[in-house]
């Protein structure tokens, strides 16, 4: 049993948070994720959710307090954005690092300064080392879908990392779209009961956590971190199809849209990606052999099978929405060329960076793109690696 | 329990201590500049070190002053301080 509805990414976001039902959300509002916290605080109020919820004064102590919900046992959540997110950056790690696997919405926007509220990936990208898993979104129903997912991914033994449930500001949680609701009971079905192995608060069985770890251990931790990071791939893949039993909806590590016969793809993650569909869609009726590489999940990085996808291009061109001012092109760039490396495949590589501080991005901007791509496969030239979409001269 | 050596597939994760009171197991005596010796003859067993001592590092026997556990004992001097009759001493180690 599923339901139609016509919502904002922020509020089905709060509905997905309401049929997870978690035991403890502790947050602090922050636009563009305001709508997310304030609809759930709601739910709380109406008594709709069985949920402590933690009204705190700072998104340090909003994580802060979700990693001690989480530890001693609860199921937490959270949510934020850009500066938000900034601001509880030493907790991420100590909530990856502690293995408490903590399901946060991350509404995408520009970190300052200058100061600005609208979409871009500057936040989760500066945090994608953090040791976070992360899912990107093209709209509000993915998004939907991945936060149900990402507690089953979080969950799960051989994984048990933190996730960010990443979504577009205001493109997505702000814009009214139709998509559906699956059932409350389904949701808990799906979700199950957590069962934290070995939870704070349980006085039969005392545990530290958080103690001092220097270098006879800190190093044997950290690579267990890394052995779970290389399990999530599995996990996704196992809990996607689960997910599509009860939805009927598919998911993998990314979507591949019309790059079976590809000779010029475009890879991306975000709401981007949706406008690249149509940008594909009017390539093909005029006989490119056009197509997208849609990123879900961007960490852990899937290299070896995104490699594998994009091997038989002639050329690549990989968006990102955020800049790192190492002049040498931005994070999915950096990532995307590395496998094609590792893969030994014959496929030029560029980068656009594009979006910044919320500029939209058409259609035919991605058109160019494409036309861009073509032009580096008829000369064999590529006459700037990384390039700027969008900007003013 | 967790022993030196002990590889990233052997150890509880996250850094969690799965078994409590094993602090005692850390023998922190290694910190010490001072020692301090206590003179059992001066002392009157008033439990004034005993109380004070942060680390619990005053070993008592039948209700009385016996020693000083130096394993644990890190030498921060307050027993002394305390001593009501001077009958502690803090030597260089």
């Known amino acids: 049993m599923s339901e139609q509805v016509a919502l904002t990414g922020n509020e089905v976001m709060s509905q997905a948070m309401r049929q997870i039902n978690p035991d403890v959300v502790a947050a602090y509002p922050i636009t563009p994720q305001t709508a997310i916290v304030q609809t759930f605080s709601q739910f709380v109020n109406d008594g709709d959710v069985d949920t402590e919820f933690v009204p705190t004064e700072s998104e340090h102590s909003a994580m802060s307090a979700t990693v001690g919900a989480s530890a001693s046992g609860a199921r937490a959540m959270t949510a934020t954005a850009a500066n938000g997110l900034a601001l509880m950056w030493e907790v991420l790690y100590i909530a990856s690092g502690t293995r408490l696997p903590i399901v946060m919405p991350v509404v995408n926007r520009a970190l300052s300064g200058p100061i600005n509220i609208h979409c871009d990936h500057s936040d989760a990208m500066g945090a994608r080392d953090s040791g976070w898993i992360q899912l990107y ?238 032009e580096i496969v008829e000369t064999n030239t590529v006459e700037d690696r990384v390039q700027h979409l969008g900007v003013r001269e | 329990m967790v022993k030196p050596g002990d590889g990233y597939k052997e150890i509880p994760e996250g850094g969690l201590i799965l078994e409590s009171g094993n602090a005692k197991r850390y023998e922190t005596g290694g910190w010490r500049t001072q020692r301090p010796v206590i003179d059992l003859d001066t002392c009157i067993n008033c439990f004034r070190c005993w109380a004070f001592c942060p680390d619990s590092s005053i070993e008592t026997e039948d209700e009385e002053i016996v020693g000083v556990d130096y394993d644990h004992c890190k030498g921060c001097g307050v027993c002394a301080h305390e001593c009501p009759v001077d009958a502690i001493a803090m030597e260089q180690e």
């Open chain 1, 137 to 374: 979104a093209e709209n509000a129903q993915e998004a939907y879908d991945n936060a149900i997912q990402a507690v089953k991914i979080s969950e799960n033994k051989d994984v048990m990392l933190p996730t960010m449930v990443n979504m577009d500001g205001f493109i997505i949680s702000h814009a009214v779209e139709n998509l559906n609701l699956l059932a409350d009971e389904d949701v808990q079905d799906f979700v199950g009961e957590y069962h934290a192995e070995n939870p704070l608060l349980d006085s039969e069985n005392p545990v530290t956590v958080g103690p001092l770890d220097l270098q006879d251990f800190y190093f044997e931790h950290k690579m267990q971190q890394a052995v779970a990071a290389e399990n999530v791939k599995d996990v996704v893949l196992e809990v996607a199809e689960e997910y599509e039993e009860l939805s009927g909806r598919e998911y993998g590590l990314f979507e591949e849209y019309k790059l079976d016969d590809a000779e010029v793809a475009v890879v991306a993650l975000g709401s981007t990606t949706g406008t690249a569909k149509t940008a594909v869609d009017n390539l093909r009726e005029n006989g490119v052999k056009a197509g997208l590489s849609k990123i879900r999940l961007y960490r852990p990085f899937p290299a070896e099978e995104i490699a594998e996808a994009l091997a038989d291009l002639e050329a690549v061109a990989v968006m990102d929405r955020a800049e790192t001012f190492s002049t040498t092109g931005g994070p999915v760039f950096a990532d995307v060329r590395a496998a094609l490396y590792d893969m030994g495949a014959d496929v030029e590589a560029v980068n656009y960076i594009y979006g910044l501080g919320g500029r939209d991005l058409k259609v035919e901007e991605i058109e160019s793109v494409y036309k861009d791509l073509e």
